[in-house]
């Protein structure tokens, strides 16, 4: 997305923002389809700790993905207190387990700067870009490098498989 | 200035061809998939400008339903166009026999399907 | 979409109708079951064939249905006895034009080599075939019509004086009594060029002695600018027989035309009046005004789409459909029972859901029943292959059908087509002996393969049986046993025997042959039944034939399994892939290998797995002696034994892939929905067993143990 010619430095677009780890993260509101609290998740065998395994979504089997533990920072120990974010991308739906949700932000593409590249790489590959408003900085994630990133399942839990 | 036209034929190509074609040209097309199918879309529909037939169909072919439309329904002075890929003259005198108006071979092209039409309704 | 592409889509649906019911009349003419209504269906596929084909310009296809249409059309008029030799030939045609029209479909880049057929189409009705075999002939382009039948207005000034076309036209009752109108085409002359028309009611009788249906007046018609007399004569086409008709050519200096005055002199004004003698009205600008019919024509709706016996529905709406009901069944479950946990007095309560739940059932059943199809698409691509292959192998065969209106899922149904196509090839090709053989054996020459489809217990079960020479088990044993599937000592009864074929790299062939073999083995053919949830098996008489059987669920969307606890989860194991449970007793369980383990059942020692310990399932009992044994059949290692904490019992669930969210996982094959509204995993017995296959060792020692070494 921050490559695409056709976004001006004028266009605007709405992140929902949220907590994990301390830190506050942004997706484009466009690829979130809802906002539901915890359940119990269903374990999967043989994938990696952060996919925290299914849930039932009104007939739909979601699969849920700890984003703290995805982005390398250790598991969350998940409460009622914390929310799932069903996140829509593409062909693919999936629930990202994360703190709390903020706000709801508008943020125009100069106000968005490029990463630095000094970040760890494995939070490198879903970070759009950083943006800093009134003080505070926020991680804007992209919804659909991080669903993609389940698609070739096979090879993803092959490392972590028995 | 729309006709309502009737068109009889089993299959579903042609069918679908007749409706774009007449629908195309500002036509009301009503369909029926055999004679028998045929004579109780007539009894439904009245009388009709022109109705197009087929003859080869399952359950009363397309002779047998010009007979029955020229016997004596409401359709009886109702233009009859026969519609077929044979054009051996028995096949049309056995047509014109039965009461067929005239006969459009397939296949047709859209225009030759509306200029024979205007050359048996106003 | 194009509305002509559509339409194309929907001749070629046409066409795969049409072919199968083609196909169906054959085969009843073949086995002199056919009464004329089935010869004129089988003549009218292949004219609908050929008609729409035109209407798409598939020349080859039009060039070749139309011998084929010859052929049949003889048959149908009863100049051609439809012999069982004639019939053959007529078959070969049918593949043919399948064939045709499958070329037609991909573009027409594919050739389809007919000469043959077409030859000898060309025999039976005594036509040329090299005149047969014109892509266009004749009779389609130009016969009865020029290409244009009328040039409207196309007035071309210049070029040599056009004659002046006198046209003295007299109708006859006939004319009128088939609804052809004299007005109209006095009109149509009137396109051609300026016309002067005279009416001559000479033979108009007193009113008194007028008949209404008779024809009493006649029209002369001057016509100018007409430069060819054929577009005159067409104009009359209809007409002709029906009237009589004169056209005179009157030749015309270069000079200046004199100018046309057009009237109708004489002509009663009687234009209300519907009797046909009345109606013919010349005029110059012709009044548009319809006959008697239009206003009771206006009346009845505009558009009449009536009397539809089937619809057509797309797929997707109705997958939404069983979704939903599949939520809905899952929702009362969980109502159910949360209510029960809550309410201790519910007595009314529960009446009233075990109705919903009946309800629901019922509901659910109908549902799915909007998706199934009798297998009759399947089995009709059956006699074809069994011509092909008895042709392929020297062979006669008769093929046999029973049940082809059982109906199946159409997911099923879509999946059916290859392993039954390799059951058909595999009973021709090794099960039916050749017609010599057959003869030395004091058999018909002719083979028999029978195809069978029923219901039974909820499952469809479709056997495969011929009359051949049977599965010749020494010799089955001894490939077995040259492969290392089986240890040489194994005590197999004749059942097992016969069932090593389905054993992955089997065959029973001497030499591969390329109809049964094609790399492919019956191993295939079990694998995809058992994605299905079916089972197949095979029995088997010496000398007297055998015979496949195949059980599947009647629908993918369902599934009925067993429902198993391994620590803090629940999972669902196939019923189909379930042989038996068990509480084996510590002493049945040896260790074996590094930490391998193996559990006698009566004798036989198959491998024992924990499910908790293999899916690490978090709190799960490792205690295998304490568990409940679940005897499960894998196609891969046959036997094996899971250990599970306990049954919760037997279920029919709703399958929920999620494969499209995250992903193949080994050994889960999908998920399902509990009463509770939680997510349970069902089990992929192939997968599991796959996956464990790297912790216990060589598959020969396996299936050693797993067969009863």
């Known amino acids: 997305m921050s490559s695409n010619e056709n976004d001006t430095a004028q266009e605007r677009r709405q992140y929902i923002t949220f907590l994990a780890t301390g830190q506050e993260f942004a997706a484009d509101i466009m690829t979130i389809r809802e906002i539901r609290g915890w359940t119990d998740t269903t374990a999967l065998p043989h994938v990696p700790d952060y996919v925290r395994g299914v849930i039932n979504l009104r007939g739909m089997v979601l699969p849920v993905i700890d984003l703290k533990a995805r982005l390398g920072l250790g598991m969350t120990e998940a409460t009622v207190k914390h929310v799932i974010i069903v996140v829509n991308s593409g062909d693919r739906t999936i629930g990202l387990l994360v703190d709390a949700v903020s706000d709801i932000l508008t943020v125009s593409r100069q106000e968005i700067q490029s990463v630095p590249d000094v970040m760890r790489e494995t939070q490198n590959d879903y970070v759009e870009g950083i943006a800093v408003l009134d003080g505070r900085m926020i991680t804007l994630l992209s919804m659909t490098k991080l669903t993609s990133s389940f698609s070739g399942a096979d090879d993803m839990f092959v490392e972590n498989a028995a | 200035m729309g006709k309502t036209i009737l068109t009889v034929d089993d299959s579903r190509t042609m069918r679908d061809m007749l409706r774009l074609a007449l629908s195309g040209a500002g036509h009301t097309v009503i369909q029926a998939d055999d004679g028998v199918h045929g004579v109780e879309v007539l009894e439904k529909a009245g009388v009709v400008d022109v109705i197009i037939t087929d003859i080869n169909m399952p359950r009363m072919d397309g002779y047998g339903f010009i007979e029955h439309v020229r016997r004596g329904s409401a359709n009886k002075m109702t233009p009859i166009l026969v519609l077929t890929t044979e054009s051996e003259p028995a096949k049309k005198m056995r047509a014109r026999d039965a009461g067929a108006t005239g006969w459009i071979v397939k296949p047709f092209d859209p225009e030759k399907l509306l200029a024979a039409i205007r050359r048996v309704s106003p | ?178 609804a052809n109108e004299p007005y109209l085409l006095i009109r149509e002359l009137g396109m051609l060029g300026p016309i002067e028309v005279t009416a001559d009611l000479s033979k108009l009788p007193d009113l008194s002695a007028l008949e209404p249906d008779q024809a009493y007046f006649a029209w002369n018609v001057a016509l ?146 909007i998706r199934t199809q009798p297998v009759k698409s399947v089995f009709q691509r059956m006699p074809r292959l069994v011509r092909e292959t008895a042709a392929q192998t020297g062979k006669e065969v008769r093929l046999e059908i029973e049940g082809e209106t059982t109906e199946v899922d159409k997911t099923v149904i879509e999946r059916l087509g290859e392993p039954l196509t390799h059951m058909i090839r595999n009973a021709v090709d090794h099960g039916l002996e050749t017609p010599a053989e057959r003869v030395a054996a004091g058999k018909p020459a002719e083979g028999t393969v029978k195809l069978s489809a029923e219901h039974r217990g909820g499952r469809i079960i479709i056997e495969v049986a011929d009359d051949g020479r049977g599965i010749n088990r020494s010799k089955v044993r001894e490939k077995a046993i040259e492969r290392g599937l089986i240890s040489p000592n194994a005590n197999l009864s004749d059942e097992e025997i016969d069932n090593l074929i389905f054993l992955p790299g089997f065959s029973t062939a001497a030499t591969v042959s390329n109809i049964s073999g094609r790399g492919v083995g019956l191993d295939v053919v079990r694998r995809n039944i058992m994605d299905l949830g ?78 908790g310990r293999l899916l690490r399932v978090p709190g799960a009992k490792y205690d295998l002696a304490n568990s409940v044994v679940i005897l499960v059949e894998s196609e891969g290692v046959g036997r094996m034994a899971l250990a599970v904490d306990a049954i919760v019992g037997q279920r029919q669930v709703v399958i929920k892939s999620f494969e499209s969210n995250i992903g193949h996982i080994d050994g889960i094959a999908a998920a399902t929905i509990l009463g509770d509204g939680r997510v349970a995993l069902i089990l992929d017995i192939d997968g599991l067993v796959a996956g464990c296959r790297e912790g216990t060792g060589g598959r020969p020692t396996e299936y050693q143990q797993a067969l009863g070494a």
């Open chain 3, 1 to 178: 979409m194009d509305p002509m592409e559509a339409i194309k889509q929907t001749y070629f649906q046409e066409c795969d109708e049409l072919l199968l019911a083609m196909e169906e009349g054959l085969i009843a003419m073949e086995s002199g079951e056919a009464d004329s209504e089935t010869i004129n269906a089988v003549f009218r596929a292949v004219h609908s064939i050929k008609g729409g084909g035109g209407a798409f310009g598939f020349e080859i296809l039009v060039g070749f249905s139309h011998v084929f249409e010859t052929a049949m059309d003889l048959v149908r008029s009863g100049k051609l006895d439809p012999t069982p030799d004639v019939v053959k030939v007529l078959l070969r045609a049918g593949d043919k034009l399948s064939d045709h029209v499958t070329a037609a479909r991909n573009g027409g880049s594919d050739a389809v080599d007919d000469a043959e057929v077409k030859a000898e189409l060309a025999k039976l009705t005594g036509e040329d075939p090299e005149d047969a075999g014109a892509p266009a002939p004749a009779d389609f382009e130009g016969l009865a019509f020029a290409p244009v039948m009328i040039d409207i207005g196309d007035e071309e000034p210049a070029a040599p004086p056009c004659p002046i076309w006198h046209v003295r036209f007299a109708p006859h009752a006939g004319l009128y009594a088939k």
């Open chain 3, 224 to 369: 100018k600018d007409c430069p060819d007399r054929t577009k005159v004569e067409e104009v009359f086409e209809f007409v002709s027989g029906d009237c009589d008709l004169e056209i005179t050519e009157e030749k015309v200096e270069a000079a200046a035309p004199a100018a046309f005055a057009i009237s109708a002199p004489g002509l009663p004004s009687l234009d209300d009046d519907d009797e046909p003698a009345a109606a013919p009205v010349a005029e110059a600008q012709p009044e548009e005004k319809k006959a008697a019919a239009p206003a009771a024509a206006q009346a009845a709706p505009t558009t009449v789409d009536l009397i539809k016996q089937t619809i057509r529905v797309d797929l997707d709406k109705v997958d939404r459909l069983v979704n939903l009901v599949g939520e809905l069944v899952i929702t009362q479950a969980m109502l159910s029972q949360r209510i029960l946990d809550s309410v201790q007095q519910g007595q009314t309560v529960s009446a009233g859901l075990g109705e919903l739940e009946h309800l629901l059932r019922e509901l659910q059943e109908a549902v799915m029943a």
């Open chain 3, 534 to 611: 079916g089972r197949i098996t095979i029995g088997s008489a010496n000398g007297k034939g055998s015979k496949f059987s195949l059980t599947l669920p009647l629908t993918l969307a369902v599934l009925d399994g067993m429902i198993v606890a391994v620590g803090e989860q629940t999972f669902v194991l196939p019923l189909s892939h379930i042989i038996e449970s068990l509480l084996p007793k510590s002493a049945d369980v040896k260790a074996f290998g590094s930490n391998g383990m193996l559990l006698n059942v009566r004798g036989v020692y198959v491998p024992l797995v924990s499910v």
